[in-house]
């Protein structure tokens, strides 16, 4: 059989068979079946004159399986490694989750234009010219609200209440 006579194509159930037995998983075993494929059409030229086709072609199969098993190995490990780098994550606690939570909600009341200058200096990391092209704003209106956004949240931290950019209307003080 010459190698461009290669019955390829009819050892698709034997290849089926033998990548759902390694891989214990259909679709798994139809990508597995696939790569086997486009390796055979690579290596074509690699194909000895009287050999078996299906032979050749589970020898292709299960060596992929074996590298693509190897690959997932080293990807584990490495992944393994870097979170043993890494410092774990801790859940917060009952007090830290409050914590948290009454800082987002000082936070949450500044006005919209201190929240946006401070979330693009503060947590973006932007200078103040490029959080004032982003605003549209000048450079110094930037400076001032970040300024003012701090002082209210340092405010917040010395217990003082953060002023709220919304007033209540109709309540009993109104009359």
Do not use: C, K
């Amino acid at each position: 059989m010459a190698r461009d006579d290669l019955d390829i194509v009819g050892q698709l159930p034997a290849l089926r068979r033998y990548a759902r037995v390694l891989t214990r998983d259909p679709e798994a075993a139809d990508d597995l079946v696939q790569a086997t494929f486009v390796r055979a059409q690579e290596r074509r030229a690699g194909f000895r004159e009287g050999a078996d086709v299906r032979v050749w072609l589970m020898a292709i199969l299960h060596n992929l399986f074996i590298d693509l098993r190897r690959s997932a190995q080293a990807r584990e490990a490495r992944d393994r490694a870097w979170a043993d780098s890494r410092p774990g994550h801790v859940q917060s606690s009952g007090e830290m989750a409050a914590r948290l939570a009454q800082l987002r909600s000082a936070f949450l009341s500044l006005s919209a234009d201190q929240r946006e200058a401070l979330h693009l200096v503060a947590v973006e990391g932007m200078g103040a010219a490029e959080a004032a092209q982003v605003l549209g704003v000048p450079v110094g209106t930037v400076m001032s609200r970040v300024g003012r956004a701090r002082a209210a949240l340092r405010a917040f931290e010395d217990g003082a209440p953060v002023a709220s950019p919304l007033r209540i209307v109709g309540g009993r003080d109104e009359r």
